[in-house]
């Protein structure tokens, strides 16, 4: 069986979210792995969010469709296991660069699909009762300093000339920050509706169950070496021919031969507190559970079902490995344990003496573009998704949909969102990779203490952002 024993033994290597659902009383057992060449209609490569929700379409729309996931380890034990538990409206890529791709009315287009997706999410897991501990209550993004004030203040001043509603997103006073979650030092936020919070374990692991009584078929412990027109090939010599092939591999794309240079895989960290008790609470608040968001360093917060909060985010270290090679595996580097520790205390400083319960790693992945991308080639019936730049719990649903869309041949609104088209150009060859993204890294460390120190926009994080091509988000 190719998944990792150990990681099967210990599911916590995975995530605090695996070692919740199997515990050792309720083991996971992976699912029987591809022992001999077939054939499918639509064979998916990565049984992600992004492999499953694009099953779960096809499958809905078209139930003769005979659809084969195969998944190297099992299904959720990428970043779709591994994830803060955001659903949010946000996608990577400024307005300017989907403008410069779909116009105005693109863009705006792809905004509404995505705060769609939200809303879809919620919509599939009531339907197929998915027990992920969904709620809608958006997303706080929380101001500790002048500068970000200001910026949350243009960002909602942008959002209405883009037609953002004061339903959609709006600014939050002290005060009014105070009376939702008691964070230290707030001066105040900018608040999204378009978000929900999710046991994200609990997402991933429900809908593979889905699309399988939905009748796809999903392989674990089937590593693809090499997808090719028609045909996924895997490690072990047995193939796959379909008419389409998809890869849905997101940061894991690196191990696939054919697909060198597409993503680079960036490594962050998560930990989880203890259950908290009630005089807790009461100190921090947090009744409505929204997800919480906040800058110098990026930190994102959930305050789970069972009443603890997890903290993950920009874990101050190079997150790149040299010649692409994710290992989510480790635990979390004890500097950065330590660092969200301090960072958790100095938000909320009830939390001092709380016992820290877990950590992990995880990964995500980064096109060239560091916009996330759809595409589907009839020619070959070679298709694609992926490239979210850690925001692609709700984009992944919208992009599994579009693909769904692409692969029937359907002409909707959303084959026409400007996300689909050709693949980002590849990133570039060692070892200028790892020498390009260790210095983006290092001078996005630096711009974050230098504007935390002077209150002031800082010109290294603005040349870091243009080196690597990154242009911004939405949301």
């Given at each position: 069986?190719?998944?990792?024993?150990?990681?099967?033994?210990?599911?916590?290597?995975?995530?605090?979210?695996?070692?919740?659902?199997?515990?050792?009383?309720?083991?996971?057992?992976?699912?029987?792995?591809?022992?001999?060449?077939?054939?499918?209609?639509?064979?998916?490569?990565?049984?992600?969010?992004?492999?499953?929700?694009?099953?779960?379409?096809?499958?809905?729309?078209?139930?003769?469709?005979?659809?084969?996931?195969?998944?190297?380890?099992?299904?959720?034990?990428?970043?779709?296991?591994?994830?803060?538990?955001?659903?949010?409206?946000?996608?990577?890529?400024?307005?300017?660069?989907?403008?410069?791709r779909?116009?105005?009315?693109?863009?705006?287009?792809?905004?509404?699909?995505?705060?769609?997706?939200?809303?879809?999410?919620?919509a599939?897991?009531?339907?197929?009762?998915?027990?992920?501990?969904?709620?809608?209550?958006?997303?706080?993004?929380?101001?500790?300093?002048?500068?970000?004030?200001?910026?949350?203040?243009?960002?909602?001043?942008?959002?209405?000339?883009?037609?953002?509603?004061?339903?959609?997103?709006?600014?939050?006073?002290?005060?009014?920050?105070?009376?939702?979650?008691?964070?230290?030092?707030?001066?105040?936020a900018?608040?999204?509706?378009?978000?929900?919070?999710?046991?994200?374990?609990?997402?991933?692991?429900?809908?593979?169950?889905?699309?399988?009584?939905?009748?796809?078929?999903?392989?674990?412990?089937?590593?693809?070496t090499?997808?090719?027109?028609?045909?996924?090939?895997?490690?072990?010599?047995?193939t796959?021919?379909?008419?389409?092939?998809?890869?849905?591999?997101?940061?894991?794309?690196?191990?696939?031969e054919?697909?060198?240079?597409?993503?680079?895989?960036?490594?962050?960290?998560?930990?989880?507190?203890?259950?908290?008790?009630?005089?807790?609470?009461a100190?921090?608040?947090?009744?409505?559970?929204?997800?919480?968001?906040?800058?110098?360093?990026?930190?994102?917060?959930?305050?789970?079902?069972?009443?603890?909060?997890?903290?993950?985010?920009?874990?101050?270290?190079?997150?790149?490995?040299?010649?692409?090679?994710?290992?989510?595996?480790?635990?979390?580097?004890?500097?950065?344990?330590?660092?969200?520790?301090?960072?958790?205390?100095?938000?909320?400083?009830?939390?001092?003496?709380?016992?820290?319960?877990?950590?992990?790693?995880?990964?995500?992945?980064?096109?060239?573009?560091?916009?996330?991308?759809?595409?589907?080639?009839?020619?070959?019936?070679?298709?694609?998704?992926?490239?979210?730049?850690?925001?692609?719990?709700?984009?992944?649903?919208?992009?599994?949909?579009?693909?769904?869309d692409?692969?029937?041949?359907?002409?909707?609104?959303?084959?026409?969102?400007?996300?689909?088209?050709?693949?980002?150009?590849?990133?570039?060859?060692?070892?200028?990779?790892?020498?390009?993204?260790?210095?983006?890294?290092?001078?996005?460390?630096?711009?974050?203490?230098?504007?935390?120190?002077t209150?002031?926009?800082?010109?290294?994080?603005e040349?870091?952002?243009?080196?690597?091509?990154?242009?911004?988000?939405?949301?």
């Open positions: 069986m190719n998944p990792n024993s150990a990681v099967l033994a210990d599911p916590g290597r995975i995530s605090h979210w695996f070692k919740q659902l199997y515990p050792p009383e309720r083991a996971l057992v992976p699912r029987p792995a591809l022992t001999e060449s077939r054939a499918a209609d639509v064979c998916i490569v990565g049984a992600g969010y992004t492999g499953l929700w694009t099953a779960y379409a096809l499958r809905r729309a078209d139930p003769s469709l005979d659809v084969v996931l195969l998944d190297a380890e099992i299904a959720g034990y990428g970043a779709s296991g591994r994830n803060g538990g955001a659903v949010i409206a946000q996608f990577n890529g400024s307005r300017e660069y989907w403008t410069k779909g116009g105005r009315a693109g863009t705006q287009a792809m905004e509404r699909a995505v705060r769609e997706s939200v809303v879809e999410v919620g599939a897991v009531e339907r197929e009762g998915i027990d992920c501990s969904y709620a809608r209550n958006g997303v706080v993004m929380v101001a500790r300093t002048p500068l970000e004030t200001e910026r949350f203040r243009a960002s909602i001043d942008e959002d209405r000339e883009w037609g953002w509603t004061e339903e959609d997103s709006r600014l939050l006073t002290a005060a009014e920050v105070q009376e939702r979650i008691k964070v230290d030092g707030a001066l105040g900018r608040y999204n509706a378009h978000c929900a919070s999710i046991h994200p374990g609990a997402l991933v692991r429900g809908l593979a169950d889905t699309v399988e009584r939905l009748g796809a078929t999903i392989y674990e412990g089937t590593r693809v090499a997808i090719e027109p028609g045909l996924a090939r895997t490690a072990a010599g047995h796959v021919r379909a008419r389409t092939v998809v890869r849905a591999t997101e940061a894991y794309t690196e191990s696939l054919t697909h060198r240079r597409i993503m680079v895989p960036v490594h962050t960290s998560m930990l989880v507190t203890e259950v908290l008790p009630d005089h807790i609470w100190q921090i608040g947090w009744a409505g559970r929204e997800a919480l968001l906040a800058e110098h360093p990026f930190l994102h917060l959930q305050h789970t079902a069972d009443h603890r909060i997890t903290i993950g985010g920009d874990d101050n270290r190079v997150p790149y490995r040299y010649a692409s090679a994710p290992n989510a595996d480790e635990g979390a580097p004890p500097r950065v344990l330590s660092m969200y520790r301090r960072e958790l205390v100095r938000l909320f400083p009830a939390l001092r003496d709380v016992r820290i319960d877990h950590s992990w790693q995880g990964v995500f992945a980064a096109p060239r573009n560091w916009a996330p991308g759809v595409g589907y080639d009839a020619g070959t019936g070679l298709a694609w998704a992926g490239g979210y730049v850690g925001e692609g719990v709700a984009t992944s649903n919208l992009a599994g949909r579009a693909l769904a692409l692969i029937l041949g359907r002409d909707t609104e959303l084959t026409r969102l400007p996300f689909v088209g050709p693949p980002a150009r590849r990133w570039e060859p060692e070892p200028l990779r790892a020498i390009g993204s260790g210095a983006i890294a290092v001078m996005r460390q630096i711009g974050d203490r230098a504007e935390l120190r209150g002031k926009p800082s010109k290294v994080v040349l870091g952002n243009r080196v690597a091509g990154y242009t911004g988000h939405v949301g």
